[in-house]
């Protein structure tokens, strides 16, 4: 399908200012693979609203409740999950933003809040739904690879329903990884729902994925190899600095930027680099992607009332390692990283349990 760049961007940014002020979007992911083939997930996430997070895991047989089209909760679908689910669960609700299960899939949602728009059902349809918030829960909770997600998941509705701490619909898309090699991007455009295969594993926000992969093919002079020397009018022309063959790479932090360093990066680090450890190496790469606070401004640049700029940056960020079934945290305000075994845990609870993670840093003194 032809796409015309011009007049998507332009509905894009004319659309971008009737978001909620507040809530930015910022969100990258990518994955390494292991010569196993199994891959380490990392992603970071960013808002403009504090929001607030703590480590769960989810026993097999939890019992869900979904949200309806009316927004009450429990008036949609309700499900017994049939896997053990950890990840970072949002303000002590059944809400998980990004997670792994005991199969080794792993992924969440990512904000999409111009092109999303989710399904309307309405009688008996509603109560075979649930609310976008709640399908990383559903997907986590009940597949265990992208192939059951793509047969199972448009057996149910996903309505748009508000989630009240937001005020708003949560508008998102989802990706995950799955322990035989395979990746999906779903998102919900005029309430039809999209799989797209990810065989390179990136992810960021809008515009939609299969714009952003048409977007990697203005970017093929891209190399980690250096440019050598190049004669022009008799003269020699030498790069001064490493770094030639990336030169023309965006480094701003919108999210077609994001997702094309996403990219560059770990398919660099899969080709070149094999022998390093998956999980350093992907705290390496995703440290590339924080926002620090104060360099993107929502709220047209305005402060609330008590003289507070809205800002994105960069609250958590995460590396999920699938074979090991472990998820490693880090979250702003500290430098520490906290590992989380699944394998170190009773996937047969009878409750959800959940973790603060400390906002701590911790420097190690070099002595004689």
């Given at each position: 399908m032809k796409i015309r760049l011009s007049k998507v961007i332009s509905a894009m940014l004319i659309a971008s200012f009737a978001i909620a002020p507040a809530i930015s979007n910022a969100c990258t992911s990518f994955i390494l693979k292991n010569k196993d083939g199994s891959i380490v997930y990392a992603r970071t996430i960013e808002f403009a609203m504090d929001l607030p997070m703590k480590i769960a895991l989810y026993p097999r047989n939890y019992q869900f409740k979904g949200t309806g089209p009316d927004g009450i909760a429990g008036s949609g679908l309700h499900w017994n999950g049939k896997y053990a689910v950890t990840g970072l669960n949002a303000y002590d609700m059944d809400l998980i933003g990004d997670g792994m299960n005991e199969k080794g899939l792993v992924g969440?949602?990512?904000?999409?809040?111009?092109?999303?728009?989710?399904?309307?059902?309405?009688?008996?349809?509603?109560?075979?739904?649930?609310?976008?918030?709640?399908?990383?829960?559903?997907?986590?909770?009940?597949?265990?690879?992208?192939?059951?997600?793509?047969?199972?998941?448009?057996?149910?509705?996903?309505?748009?329903?508000?989630?009240?701490?937001?005020?708003?619909?949560?508008?998102?898309?989802?990706?995950?990884?799955?322990?035989?090699?395979?990746?999906?991007?779903?998102?919900?455009?005029?309430?039809?729902?999209?799989?797209?295969?990810?065989?390179?594993?990136?992810?960021?926000?809008?515009?939609?994925?299969?714009?952003?992969?048409?977007?990697?093919?203005?970017?093929?002079?891209?190399?980690?190899?250096?440019?050598?020397?190049?004669?022009?009018?008799?003269?020699?022309?030498?790069?001064?600095?490493?770094?030639?063959?990336?030169?023309?790479?965006?480094?701003?932090?919108?999210?077609?930027?994001?997702?094309?360093?996403?990219?560059?990066?770990?398919?660099a680090a899969d080709k070149y680099a094999p022998e390093l450890p998956r999980v350093e190496l992907a705290w390496h790469i995703i440290n590339m992607f924080d926002i620090p606070p104060g360099t993107i401004l929502a709220n047209g640049g305005k402060t609330d009332s008590k003289g507070k700029y809205f800002y994105d940056y960069t609250q958590q960020t995460v590396v999920g390692d699938q074979k090991n079934l472990t998820y490693y945290a880090r979250f702003f305000g500290g430098s520490d990283i906290f590992k989380f075994n699944m394998k170190d845990h009773d996937w047969n609870a009878k409750e959800r349990k959940q973790w603060s993670v400390p906002k701590t840093s911790s420097y190690k003194s070099l002595t004689n």
């Open positions: 969440g949602m990512q904000y999409l809040p111009v092109s999303t728009d989710f399904q309307n059902p309405t009688g008996a349809d509603a109560k075979n739904s649930i609310a976008s918030y709640q399908v990383v829960n559903y997907i986590l909770s009940n597949f265990a690879t992208v192939d059951e997600i793509k047969a199972g998941l448009p057996k149910i509705y996903v309505n748009s329903s508000i989630l009240d701490k937001w005020n708003a619909i949560v508008k998102m898309h989802f990706g995950f990884h799955d322990a035989n090699g395979k990746s999906v991007v779903i998102e919900f455009i005029k309430g039809k729902i999209n799989f797209y295969d990810n065989p390179i594993g990136a992810m960021a926000n809008e515009p939609p994925f299969d714009w952003q992969m048409m977007n990697v093919e203005n970017y093929l002079n891209l190399s980690p190899v250096d440019l050598g020397t190049k004669k022009i009018g008799g003269v020699n022309f030498t790069p001064r600095s490493a770094g030639s063959g990336m030169h023309g790479l965006p480094g701003d932090f919108m999210s077609q930027s994001r997702f094309l360093r996403a990219v560059e990066y770990s398919q």
